[in-house]
């Protein structure tokens, strides 16, 4: 060490004093000094507690006068070498301290096993505690972990949330009281035009970690994962949102999750499929067993038959390829049509036209045209035409065939829901009058000027009253409309054309007009004509409309001509 110490007084000057190593740096020593060979130097001297800041600092300010630079060196033993094992890598650093170096008189201490761990380079996560307590506590001879590294933070893959859950098995619908409805099962899920379906929230890129060298332990970037983007739906412009092209239901292919626009049933709706309820068109590959539900808003096609079960195509048409057998249970309702191959026992309504290529049977019927092989029995209305080969049937079942004028009723309809309207802005209407006549006696009864309060709340009432005014008088406006449209003569263009037999039991009406076929009769076209029910040839809307001639089996029907039809025909068969 005394050699170490002497090659040192060649660089640098300095003195022990009682308070600690002092050195004196002049301007000429400035010069002549080389920090970068002082560093080496200090190495080579294997000096433990320089403190190069403050010896740089020094040798900066070059004041020519003694300065305190710390506590005396103190020099590394290089006999305590073989008694201090490292085991240094990226992750930690371990040191073995023998403890033959006890009883040879070398005490290692921490500010050893610190110097030669700086000399092999371990400069991060250095835990001179653990080093104390090693030596403190006797555990020689025995690895200690004594440096730690700073673990990479690796990024965090692209993650997908699902929005919408197409992957869970159908299951039945619970019921608040805890039952469950197995006709409602939970079949597929469905979306609506611009729905979110999935998030994707992007991979992370980490954070480095440092090892025990100082050295940068590179963390991984995440891996980036794809939208599922199948067809019918879109991912926005920050590739985070996937969404819904087009309503319908949700489907996946392979990997990608769909949007399909017309729902197939590839089999019977039963207690495996439960009802289908669904925005768009439906496909049913099947039979739709009793007591089972379609309600779709798109048409709705069945390839196999319908056995008491209810249909709905709220903006479409319905069309059954095979029969349709209602027990008395079953109703159908298209916004537009329904056609079928038979139809028996059950309630058809459509605004369009209904079609059945065969025979309809003890069926109630609303359209707006009908045509049919054979109507037998029940009740057939419609505003438009009615087209039948056959009506009734040798068993004189009585049947009810009708083109019913739906005007007025569609005018009582509007004139309640316009009565409605107007109860409910009148009744808004009153507490504001109320306070517009209190707002005009307290300005009568005072002299002073309305405050800017006041005039704000006279402002917002006159305001809420005129525009409700205005509402009340659009309302009246529109009832007087449709009264004088109700006072307007009724269209009666409406038929009923048979090309076949009509048996007796049938009872044929034409708006107020009402006729009972007592025998049988065929090929008829029955119309209203100077306001009376008229009964000519099938024929004769192409053979003589034109020149205002009838056929010879053409006539006209007065009401005593046969019993009235409904009601009274009731009455009158019955007397």
Request: hydrophobic fraction near 35%; charged fraction near 30%.
């Amino acid at each position: 060490m005394a050699e170490q110490a002497t090659a040192l007084s060649n660089i640098l000057k300095t003195e022990v004093r009682a308070d600690g190593l002092y050195m004196t740096v002049t301007r000429e020593d400035r010069e002549r000094i080389d920090t970068d060979k002082l560093k080496i130097a200090l190495e080579k001297a294997q000096v433990m507690n320089v403190n190069l800041p403050k010896i740089f600092d020094v040798i900066k300010r070059a004041r020519g006068v003694a300065e305190r630079i710390g506590q005396p060196f103190r020099y590394y033993d290089n006999r305590k070498d073989k008694y201090m094992m490292f085991d240094a890598k990226p992750e930690r650093a371990t040191v073995t301290l023998s403890s033959e170096a006890n009883a040879l008189g070398l005490k290692i201490t921490a500010e050893d096993v610190l110097w030669k761990a700086g000399q092999m380079r371990i400069a991060f996560g250095v835990d001179e505690s653990r080093i104390e307590w090693a030596i403190n506590d006797g555990s020689f001879d025995e690895p200690v972990e004594f440096a730690f590294c700073e673990k990479p933070e690796h990024g965090l893959d692209a993650r997908i949330e699902m929005l919408v859950n197409i992957d869970e098995k159908a299951k039945p619908k619970l019921l608040p009281d805890g039952s469950v409805d197995f006709r409602n099962i939970e079949l597929f899920k469905q979306v609506n035009t611009d729905d979110l379906i999935a998030r994707r929230y992007p991979p992370t890129k980490g954070k480095d970690g440092i090892d025990v060298f100082g050295n940068p332990m590179p963390a991984n970037e995440g891996r980036d994962l794809a939208l599922p983007q199948g067809k019918n739906t879109v991912v926005d412009n920050t590739n985070q949102r996937l969404m819904a092209a087009c309503s319908g239901f949700m489907y996946r292919d392979g990997q990608l999750v769909c949007v399909g626009e017309v729902l197939i049933i590839p089999k019977d709706v039963n207690f495996e499929t439960g009802n289908i309820k669904y925005k768009g068109a439906v496909v049913i590959k099947g039979n739709i067993k009793a007591g089972f539900e379609v309600d779709a808003g798109q048409n709705v096609i069945i390839e196999g038959l319908v056995d008491g079960a209810d249909i709905t195509s709220r903006n479409g048409s319905i069309t059954v390829k095979k029969a349709i057998f209602g027990h008395d249970d079953c109703t159908l309702y298209a916004k537009k049509n329904i056609e079928c191959e038979l139809a028996q026992n059950l309630c058809m309504e459509a605004e369009g036209k209904i079609t059945i290529k065969k025979f309809c049977l003890q069926c109630k019927v609303t359209t707006a045209e009908f045509e049919a092989a054979a109507f037998i029995g029940g009740l057939l209305a419609a505003t438009k035409k009615i087209k039948l080969l056959e009506a009734g049937n040798a068993k004189s079942v009585k049947t009810s065939i009708a083109i019913v004028d739906t005007r007025s009723q569609n005018f009582k309809e509007k004139l309640e829901e316009l009565s409605k309207i107007e109860k409910k802005l009148k009744q808004k209407l009153e507490p504001l009058e109320r306070r517009i006549r209190t707002i005009i006696t307290m300005m009568k009864h005072q002299d002073t000027q309305i405050r800017g309060k006041t005039k704000d709340e006279i402002k917002k009432v006159t305001l809420e009253h005129s525009t409700l005014k205005k509402k009340v008088n659009y309302v009246e406006q529109k009832r007087s409309e449709i009264i004088k449209s109700s006072k307007a003569p009724p269209d009666t263009s409406g038929e009923i054309v048979v090309s076949g037999p009509i048996h007796p039991g049938v009872a044929i009406k034409l708006y107020h007009q009402d006729y009972q076929v007592r025998t049988k009769q065929s090929h008829k076209r029955y119309c209203i004509k100077d306001n009376i029910l008229h009964s000519g040839s099938d024929t004769e809307e192409t053979a003589g409309e034109a020149d205002g001639s009838h056929d010879e089996g053409s006539q006209n029907i007065k009401k005593s001509d046969g019993p009235p039809v409904g009601e009274d025909a009731d009455a009158a068969q019955n007397q």
